[in-house]
């Protein structure tokens, strides 16, 4: 099955998608725990996808230095999501205080990888190299999704590791 859509807008949904979940976790009325926990499975997928998928093509049109810190940004951020995912109390002073930094480390992230990556995808790469990414995006993705990816066990190996998101 070839996948709806173009690898640029399926990221940009993701980005959409955890702006939303962040709002939810910020608000008393929506079960935070639940959107917490999508977050941080769409998170981990989301960033290693890219990682996986994504970067390494759009790394022969962009500055080494713009791919390796937005790749230092998704460790940063698999950081603060672990902070919270350790948080024993939902809507704590601790938990607000931490999901403030995720919410931050998050928005810049994502306005950097837009203003550069994406850009860069949009302008270098032809519609068919981008079919080819979009189908290893949603499959890399989708196996991480089904595998739990952003349980806080993982996580918390990943960021001992230091391994990339």
């Known amino acids: 099955m070839t996948p ?23 608000s008393v009325e929506a079960d935070r725990q639940a959107a917490l926990q999508e977050f941080a499975h769409l998170m981990i997928a989301h960033g290693e996808a890219e990682e996986s ?14 791919v390796e810190h937005i790749e230092a ?21 601790e938990w607000d205080w931490r999901l403030k ?7 810049r992230h994502f ?3 837009e203003r550069s990556l994406l850009n860069t ?4 790469l032809t519609h068919h190299c981008r079919e080819e990414l979009t189908a290893g995006y949603v499959t890399a993705r989708g196996e991480l ?9 993982n996580v ?4 001992q590791a230091g391994a990339p998101v």
């Open 156 to 159: 918390r190996r990943m960021v």
């Open 101 to 107: 930094q995720l919410a931050a480390v998050t928005a």
């Open 121 to 124: 995808a949009c302008e270098t």
């Open 145 to 153: 999704l089904r595998a739990g990816c952003g349980a806080v066990d």
């Open 73 to 93: 940004e998704h460790r940063e951020a698999a950081r603060v999501l672990l902070a919270l995912l350790e948080v024993p109390e939902v809507g704590s002073a």
């Open 53 to 66: 998928t994504v970067y390494p093509l759009l790394a022969q049109y962009e500055d080494t230095d713009t």
């Open 4 to 26: 709806p859509q173009d690898v640029v807008e399926l990221i940009l949904g993701d980005h959409r998608t955890m702006e939303d979940l962040l709002r939810l976790m910020r």
């Open 111 to 113: 306005d950097e990888e």
